[in-house]
């Protein structure tokens, strides 16, 4: 026999399937029971960004012009940003996907260099949300060429996985009841009990500006010609879900 039900609540969304079965043998005896899907979401306002900024430098004649061009830029990147972030609340600053490699032109069987380039990625980590944007316009300006991803979470989320996780149990073990007392029955202990958390927490901003749209201004013109980018973090979204079977008697 299987009864399918399907709950919507405004903090919780809780989605149940129930199924009974009598012909599960335990130590040569059959016992029913029944399984019951559940979910429970929360939206916070993060409180955590990690944003990937890149610098990418190209010469046509030598690598290590490129190289050394990188690096001027990515030290004035990372100086700067440095100065924005707090390093006691558990900011920091990293590097990663360096690379340098040549780039070539193909025309037919025909392979031409074009030019060497360099590429590195300035990771920022902050409790500093409200200054993301700032961040994203002085890296632009010192030379960074786009940014590759920013990310947002909450430094609550494992209480708060614990939480949702709580309550949709809470939730499957009454919607078991509720049903078996249409039978009649009663729960007898657990059969399977799994448990998941997850977030939904990218945001991927469209930002790419080249140095040659500032070389158009100079002085305090240049400041009033750069963009001020404006970072909306919205909601993390937190998901718990329980999939849980009960015996019955």
């Given at each position: 026999?299987?009864k399918c039900?399907?709950?919507?609540?405004?903090?919780?969304?809780?989605?149940?399937?129930m199924?009974t079965?009598?012909?599960?043998?335990?130590?040569?005896?059959e016992?029913?029971?029944?399984?019951?899907?559940?979910?429970?979401?929360?939206?916070?306002?993060?409180?955590?960004?990690?944003?990937?900024?890149?610098?990418?430098?190209?010469?046509?004649?030598?690598?290590?012009?490129?190289?050394?061009?990188?690096?001027?830029?990515?030290?004035?990147?990372?100086?700067?940003?440095?100065?924005?972030?707090?390093?006691?609340?558990?900011?920091?600053?990293?590097?990663?996907?360096?690379?340098?490699?040549?780039?070539?032109?193909?025309?037919?069987?025909?392979?031409?260099?074009?030019?060497?380039?360099?590429?590195?990625?300035?990771?920022?980590?902050?409790?500093?949300?409200?200054?993301?944007?700032?961040?994203?316009?002085?890296?632009?300006?010192?030379?960074?060429t786009?940014?590759?991803?920013?990310?947002?979470?909450?430094?609550?989320?494992?209480?708060?996985?614990?939480?949702?996780?709580?309550?949709?149990?809470?939730?499957?073990?009454?919607?078991?009841?509720?049903?078996?007392?249409?039978?009649?029955?009663?729960?007898?202990?657990?059969?399977?009990?799994?448990?998941?958390?997850?977030?939904?927490?990218?945001?991927?901003?469209?930002?790419?500006?080249?140095?040659?749209?500032?070389?158009?201004?100079?002085?305090?013109?240049?400041?009033?010609?750069?963009?001020?980018?404006?970072i909306?973090?919205?909601?993390?979204?937190?998901?718990?879900?329980v999939?849980?079977?009960?015996?019955?008697?």
């Amino acid at each position: 026999m299987k009864k399918c039900f399907f709950v919507a609540a405004i903090l919780v969304a809780v989605a149940g399937c129930m199924t009974t079965q009598a012909n599960v043998p335990v130590n040569g005896i059959e016992k029913g029971f029944i399984s019951i899907s559940t979910s429970a979401n929360a939206e916070l306002v993060p409180d955590i960004a990690e944003v990937s900024i890149a610098v990418i430098t190209s010469d046509h004649k030598s690598m290590q012009k490129a190289t050394l061009q990188n690096k001027e830029i990515s030290d004035k990147v990372i100086s700067t940003l440095k100065s924005m972030i707090n390093s006691s609340n558990g900011d920091y600053i990293k590097t990663s996907n360096f690379s340098a490699s040549p780039i070539y032109t193909y025309n037919g069987n025909k392979k031409t260099l074009d030019k060497y380039q360099v590429s590195n990625s300035v990771i920022v980590h902050t409790k500093n949300v409200d200054k993301v944007g700032s961040m994203i316009d002085k890296s632009i300006e010192l030379g960074a060429t786009n940014v590759n991803s920013l990310n947002f979470s909450v430094s609550s989320y494992e209480s708060k996985c614990n939480e949702l996780i709580t309550i949709a149990a809470n939730r499957a073990k009454e919607r078991a009841n509720a049903a078996l007392k249409t039978v009649p029955t009663t729960i007898s202990g657990v059969k399977t009990l799994d448990v998941s958390c997850s977030e939904n927490n990218v945001y991927r901003p469209q930002y790419r500006m080249l140095k040659s749209n500032l070389m158009m201004a100079d002085g305090a013109a240049a400041a009033e010609a750069a963009p001020q980018t404006t970072i909306e973090q919205g909601v993390v979204k937190i998901y718990a879900n329980v999939n849980a079977s009960y015996y019955v008697k």
